[in-house]
């Protein structure tokens, strides 16, 4: 038996048997299959596109599960990586402490005593800002007591305003009402006994009289 590409002579441990029955040597059969998932003689598929799937999402999940494992070994070895830092510190300000213990206790007040002194300090500047916060507050609500006091002033005196002018508007009204058809009313028309109407006499430039 032969390779169908190469000619090779086919051996127990070289060679690869595909189902469609086409046989090849191991190493032309997985350099064609690592770019192509099909056999190089007649190109059926060598796995299923179903089965494929199936395997390429099993894969990510494993990926996904292994990724997660290694991120918490990860934290795990910084974790510890922190806790050998701390105890050698330890370590060292005991070895400092056996060496020179009056010495040892005399940095250490120093050091306490500058640590209180700036948390003096912090609590200083927290104090001062919650003071001005407080006032800022106090003088937004005087404002606002006044704002509110001139509204409810404003809205009274507005409201009287309204009324008063109402009251205007409907006597004037009703005289007008009243009055109306006395005012529009057409004179009747002059009886033969009346003097004829007076005539509208106009000069002109000269002053003359003209009819």
Not at 74 to 79: E, G
Request: neutral net charge; glycine residues 0%; hydrophobic residues 30%.
């Amino acid at each position: 038996m032969e390779c169908s590409v190469c000619y090779t002579d086919l051996t127990v441990k070289n060679i690869v048997n595909t189902k469609c029955d086409h046989l090849f040597c191991k190493n032309c059969f997985w350099k064609w299959a690592d770019q192509n998932n099909s056999c190089p003689m007649c190109r059926k598929n060598i796995i299923s596109q179903t089965k494929m799937m199936i395997e390429e999402e099993s894969i990510r999940n494993n990926i996904f599960s292994l990724m997660e494992e290694e991120t918490k070994y990860y934290d795990s070895i910084s974790y510890l990586q922190h806790e050998l830092y701390e105890l050698e510190d330890n370590i060292f300000e005991l070895r400092k402490f056996r060496k020179n213990p009056e010495k040892y206790m005399n940095e250490f007040m120093k050091k306490r005593k500058v640590w209180i002194e700036n948390v003096k300090k912090e609590i200083r500047k927290k104090k001062d800002s919650v003071i001005v916060q407080l006032n800022l507050y106090n003088t937004l609500y005087s404002n606002n007591r006044e704002i509110l006091s001139q509204i409810k002033f404003e809205k009274e005196n507005v409201t009287t305003d309204i009324e008063v002018e109402s009251i205007i508007n409907e006597s004037i009204l009703d005289f007008e009402m009243h009055y109306r058809d006395q005012v529009l009313v057409t004179p009747p028309p002059r009886s033969e006994m009346q003097s004829p109407p007076p005539l509208i006499r106009r000069t002109d430039r000269t002053g003359l009289n003209i009819r």
